[in-house]
């Protein structure tokens, strides 16, 4: 019975990831990397669709965070740590390194 | 070893060729003595402190990283623990000694504690300001509960030491995007009140994690309101800017201003615009020693120039 029960929640659980890609005829979000090489968001500059997770990932010896003002903030990223956050809502949302401001970027959110 | 006695003249002629050769130097501390109000600095060890400068004499460590354990220096921690033994040897004490922040890599509570066993063994107060990565803790609270007593908002404070007035700033909370470094409108309102009644003649000394003048934008290397404070230190006679961050020893003196950094006694940083990005720099394991250090300060009666020297691990 228990066997059963899993099965059709899986079956719901892709059945709804479907739906979600279907939701628009072009809306269907993939996942996006955001890489931090020598104190560099890369790509610097992105447009998204809604819905979109993004998964930013530190590669320098020195760590970072990515901030942006009243959406999200992650914790700070050691080597080869990541943060990922997910665009629910269409915008620009233009982010930075809280330790090293100098280092920014845009996603923009369709 | 290797040491280096630049005498710096304190007027704003300064040559160039003095100005870059002092900014060849690469240490791992600075002994500073103040006399007359003009700060000179001198080596750890060698020819300059055989001289037995009078008045206050002070050292300054800087970025000591514990916890950092990449290829640039695989025992951030050790190579600490080499500076303050070479401090323990000195032959003349100084009477305290300064942090310019970046004590620990992480701000984890560990980092604190080793930094805080190697670092006493050196028998001298220490007078700290923070670095952004000692702020780097879920809550924030690790500096502060160790270090910020009797400090004002993100850990500000100033103290007098043998008629030298000495301030501890902060520039490295609230930082903007795109920015540099940030002193913010409060500190910068309590640095005018707490110069209010100093007379002209006091010899200031300001110290900073991050620079407060501009070396490098392109990577950060500066401080977005740095140019405010100094103006409130505009007019007296002798002000000493001493900061860390950079990893690598510069100076510039600017009229009545000289400005320093400090070595780290982690890693080195590369020279600005020489790299892709100011991220620690791997040498070979025979040269790191004689790119970490610490400096030394004497304050003395008198009107000789300036000099500060800073001295490696090893040369």
């Given at each position: 019975?228990?066997?059963?029960?899993?099965?059709?929640?899986?079956k719901l659980?892709?059945?709804?990831?479907f739906?979600?890609?279907?939701?628009?005829?072009?809306?269907?979000?993939?996942?996006?990397?955001?890489?931090?090489?020598?104190?560099?968001?890369?790509?610097?500059?992105?447009?998204?669709?809604?819905?979109?997770?993004?998964?930013?990932?530190?590669?320098?010896?020195?760590?970072h965070?990515i901030?942006?003002?009243?959406?999200f903030?992650?914790?700070t990223?050691d080597?080869?740590?990541?943060f990922?956050?997910?665009?629910?809502a269409?915008g620009?949302?233009?982010?930075?390194?809280s330790?090293?401001?100098?280092?920014?970027?845009?996603?923009k959110?369709? | 070893?290797?040491?280096?006695?630049?005498?710096?003249n304190?007027?704003?002629?300064?040559?160039?060729?003095?100005v870059?050769?002092c900014?060849?130097?690469?240490g791992?501390?600075?002994?500073?003595?103040?006399?007359?109000?003009?700060?000179?600095?001198?080596?750890?060890v060698?020819?300059?402190?055989?001289?037995?400068?009078?008045?206050l004499?002070?050292?300054q460590?800087?970025?000591?990283?514990?916890?950092?354990?990449?290829?640039?220096?695989?025992?951030?921690?050790g190579?600490?623990?080499?500076a303050?033994?070479?401090?323990?040897?000195?032959?003349m004490?100084?009477?305290?000694?300064?942090?310019?922040g970046?004590?620990?890599?992480?701000?984890?509570?560990?980092?604190?504690d080793?930094?805080d066993r190697?670092?006493?063994?050196?028998?001298l107060?220490v007078?700290?300001?923070p670095?952004?990565?000692?702020?780097?803790?879920?809550?924030?609270?690790?500096?502060?509960?160790?270090?910020?007593?009797?400090?004002?908002?993100?850990?500000?404070?100033?103290?007098?030491?043998?008629?030298?007035?000495?301030?501890?700033?902060?520039n490295v909370?609230?930082?903007?995007?795109?920015?540099?470094?940030?002193?913010g409108?409060?500190?910068?309102?309590?640095?005018?009140?707490?110069?209010?009644g100093?007379?002209?003649?006091?010899?200031?000394?300001?110290?900073?994690?991050?620079?407060?003048?501009?070396?490098?934008?392109?990577?950060?290397?500066?401080?977005?309101?740095?140019?405010?404070a100094?103006?409130?230190?505009?007019?007296?006679?002798?002000?000493?800017?001493?900061?860390?961050?950079?990893?690598?020893?510069?100076?510039?003196?600017?009229?009545?201003?000289?400005f320093?950094?400090?070595?780290?006694?982690?890693f080195?940083?590369?020279?600005p615009?020489?790299?892709?990005?100011?991220?620690?720099?791997?040498v070979?394991?025979?040269?790191?020693?004689?790119?970490?250090?610490v400096?030394?300060?004497?304050?003395?009666?008198?009107?000789?120039p300036?000099?500060i020297?800073?001295?490696?691990?090893?040369?």
């Amino acid at each position: 019975m228990m066997h059963v029960t899993l099965r059709s929640l899986g079956k719901l659980a892709i059945a709804a990831m479907f739906s979600m890609c279907l939701g628009g005829a072009h809306a269907c979000a993939e996942d996006t990397a955001i890489t931090i090489d020598n104190f560099t968001f890369s790509p610097a500059e992105l447009t998204l669709k809604v819905g979109t997770t993004v998964t930013w990932t530190n590669h320098d010896d020195i760590p970072h965070t990515i901030v942006s003002a009243g959406k999200f903030r992650s914790k700070t990223l050691d080597t080869d740590n990541s943060f990922s956050f997910t665009f629910t809502a269409a915008g620009d949302y233009k982010y930075f390194c809280s330790l090293h401001p100098h280092m920014t970027g845009t996603i923009k959110v369709e | 070893m290797s040491e280096f006695d630049h005498d710096h003249n304190d007027h704003p002629g300064v040559s160039r060729r003095k100005v870059l050769e002092c900014m060849t130097w690469a240490g791992t501390g600075v002994l500073w003595t103040i006399s007359g109000g003009v700060p000179r600095s001198l080596g750890l060890v060698g020819s300059a402190q055989a001289a037995e400068p009078a008045g206050l004499t002070f050292l300054q460590i800087s970025d000591s990283h514990v916890g950092f354990d990449k290829p640039a220096n695989p025992n951030a921690l050790g190579t600490l623990e080499e500076a303050i033994a070479k401090i323990r040897t000195m032959p003349m004490k100084p009477s305290f000694m300064i942090h310019t922040g970046d004590i620990t890599h992480l701000s984890k509570a560990a980092e604190f504690d080793n930094a805080d066993r190697i670092i006493s063994q050196a028998k001298l107060d220490v007078h700290y300001v923070p670095g952004e990565h000692d702020f780097l803790d879920e809550e924030v609270k690790f500096y502060k509960d160790r270090y910020g007593k009797g400090s004002k908002g993100a850990g500000w404070y100033s103290f007098d030491a043998n008629g030298v007035h000495f301030i501890g700033l902060v520039n490295v909370v609230d930082l903007k995007a795109g920015g540099l470094g940030n002193l913010g409108a409060e500190q910068l309102e309590w640095l005018e009140d707490d110069l209010k009644g100093k007379s002209k003649s006091t010899p200031i000394v300001v110290f900073a994690h991050i620079p407060l003048w501009t070396v490098y934008p392109q990577w950060g290397w500066g401080t977005e309101d740095g140019a405010r404070a100094l103006d409130y230190l505009k007019g007296y006679g002798s002000v000493t800017v001493l900061n860390g961050h950079i990893h690598q020893v510069m100076q510039k003196v600017e009229g009545n201003v000289t400005f320093h950094t400090a070595r780290s006694t982690a890693f080195p940083q590369p020279t600005p615009g020489t790299a892709p990005s100011p991220g620690p720099m791997k040498v070979e394991d025979s040269k790191l020693r004689s790119m970490l250090g610490v400096a030394s300060i004497n304050f003395k009666q008198g009107t000789q120039p300036l000099a500060i020297i800073d001295t490696p691990l090893a040369g």
